[in-house]
């Protein structure tokens, strides 16, 4: 609040806090979903929550996850998200766990095109995933029809510059 910060979409990988803690995807979505109206009531900062899956994980646990999406609906869970590292886990790997997502209503938005990563992977996130977001995108330079396409599709790209220049080399 100190910074300005008034609207954020937090970003959570339920898959690694039920492998890793045993809190069952309902208990953490709820968890957090109070943290969030605490934070509106202690300092007027409204959020949403955006279940990511875990590419690292086998593409049948994203779809598990959707399921879990499903099943514990809530109106400040508003979509599906992909995250960590995108090198041997392109986007097409979890296209059925994102048609499950389109077909439940949930907004869909991909990590795909990161430094050190080829520019076909925003490529497939539009067309095969359906995204109506990229997170990083940077690659999408690489191709300017494609960049080009985006910016006629009003495709949004949200960045982080330094954090993504930083993780190049990994």
């Not at 990988?13 to 309902?26: C, K, S």
């Not at 979505?29 to 279940?51: E, N, R, T, V």
Request: charged share 25%; proline share 5%; hydrophobic share 40%.
């Amino acid at each position: 609040a100190a910074q300005g910060v008034r609207q954020a979409e937090i970003f959570w990988n339920p898959t690694g806090t039920a492998r890793d803690t045993g809190i069952p995807y309902a208990a953490g979505a709820d968890a957090i979903l109070a943290a969030f109206a605490d934070a509106k009531h202690d300092h007027g900062i409204s959020a949403l929550l955006i279940p990511s899956i875990d590419r690292e994980a086998d593409p049948e646990a994203a779809v598990e996850m959707v399921d879990w999406m499903r099943g514990h609906r809530r109106d400040r869970i508003v979509g599906l998200g992909i995250d960590y590292r995108e090198t041997d886990h392109p986007p097409e790997f979890f296209w059925k766990a994102y048609r499950a997502a389109k077909r439940a209503g949930f907004r869909l938005s991909a990590h795909a095109g990161e430094f050190g990563c080829h520019w076909r992977n925003v490529e497939t996130a539009l067309d095969l995933l359906e995204v109506e977001r990229i997170d990083h995108g940077y690659t999408v330079l690489d191709n300017p029809a494609l960049a080009r396409r985006c910016a006629d599709r009003g495709i949004v790209f949200t960045v982080v510059p330094t954090n993504s220049y930083y993780m190049r080399k990994l």
